[in-house]
């Protein structure tokens, strides 16, 4: 079991950077896969980033590759979103997600069996 709590979000205008975190609590954290999600109002929840559990292989959705970037640190326990040159369509909320079949390259949400409460990111234009 591992509880996963977001934080990092807020209002920023267009072009700012902000670093989401994403705190887990449990000792098999280094073994998960990790993964960011975001849904905006009225949209489904999409995939955005994930990393696997060395950090070596990380995946993106096309919408924010060479913005966004996702790291971890086993260490700490904690997964970041790095988001950088935000646009009014990146307002959603995100969500941090843990998938203990260490899949590799794991887009769908249905590969993650642990979730956050979200975290609110609202860029104005």
């Known amino acids: 079991q591992v509880q996963l709590v977001e934080s990092g979000g807020g209002l920023v205008q267009t072009g700012d950077s902000l670093r989401l975190s994403c705190a887990a609590s449990?000792?098999?954290?280094?073994?998960?896969?990790m993964g960011w999600f975001r849904q905006a109002p009225g949209k489904e929840r999409e995939f955005v980033a994930t990393i696997n559990w060395s950090g070596l292989n990380t995946y993106y959705a096309n919408s924010v590759k060479g913005r966004f970037t996702i790291s971890r640190d086993n260490a700490k326990n904690t997964v970041y979103l790095q988001m950088n040159t935000l646009k009014p369509e990146d307002t959603a909320v995100y969500y941090c997600?843990?998938?203990?079949?260490?899949?590799?390259?794991?887009?769908?949400?249905?590969?993650?069996?642990?979730w956050g409460q979200g975290t609110q990111v609202t860029v104005s234009s």
């Open positions: 449990g000792r098999t954290f280094s073994s998960y896969t």
């Open positions: 997600a843990a998938d203990s079949r260490r899949s590799v390259g794991a887009t769908s949400q249905y590969e993650y069996n642990y």
